[in-house]
């Protein structure tokens, strides 16, 4: 990567299932609210929502198996995948996937998650689960750079949402991903927006 982009930020979507932070990213930029585009969206799933709605706003959409693939194996065809399309900026929207060490310095600080929690409370599986379970008054959702850890990244923007009483998985996550769809946009335009991005690039092959 040679430093923040000349033209258009080119965003790299990985996705697993039912795609609607990628839907919401695209219709941001759809409307003129986030100055970038959607070099390829990737799935792991060849059944995910998320990509047949990729095919059908004519993107570039990418399936690529992971099943029975080592994780850095894997890794390393979703780098080739990426490469190729010379993206910024990597935005993991439902990617349910964890990924190697390898892939993380590879980009580094160039991968973005969304999590539907306010991070650090309540990282991995079933956030929303896990907040209900422990009480809490108010959670919402987190969007941070991916590191090495278990949802534990620098904190880009976050967003707070109140539990009401009554509420269960299913609304209070409804409730959640209403901001999350909100929040993610408006993370990569502040990201973009910034100091140009640091040349990170450690394989010695620039993506753009
Ligand atoms: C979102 O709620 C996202 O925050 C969560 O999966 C959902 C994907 O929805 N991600 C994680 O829990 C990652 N740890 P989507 O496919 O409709 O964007």
Request: contains cysteine; proline residues 6%.
């Amino acid at each position: 990567m040679s430093g923040a982009p000349a033209g258009k930020a080119r965003l790299g979507i990985l996705l697993s299932g039912r795609g609607s932070n990628f839907v919401a990213i695209a219709d941001s930029i759809a409307a003129g609210r986030l100055d970038a585009e959607i070099a390829v969206v990737i799935s792991n799933r060849a059944d995910a929502p998320g990509l047949a709605a990729a095919r059908a706003r004519g993107l570039n959409a990418v399936l690529l198996p992971s099943q029975g693939l080592e994780r850095e194996a894997y890794d390393r065809q979703l780098a080739v995948e990426l490469r190729k399309n010379h993206i910024d900026l990597v935005c993991l929207a439902g990617y349910m996937r964890l990924l190697s060490p390898w892939f993380i310095r590879e980009f580094p600080m160039r991968i973005l998650n969304i999590h539907p929690s306010l991070l650090p409370a309540f990282p991995g599986l079933d956030a929303q689960r896990q907040a209900l379970e422990h009480g809490v008054k108010f959670s919402g959702c987190t969007v941070h750079f991916v590191d090495e850890g278990l949802d534990s990244g620098p904190i880009i923007q976050q967003a707070v949402v109140p539990v009401i009483e009554g509420d269960t998985v299913e609304t209070l996550s409804a409730r959640i991903l209403n901001e999350e769809h909100r929040i993610y946009s408006e993370a990569i335009a502040s990201l973009l927006a910034g100091p140009r991005l640091v040349d990170t690039e450690s394989s010695g092959t620039p993506a753009r």
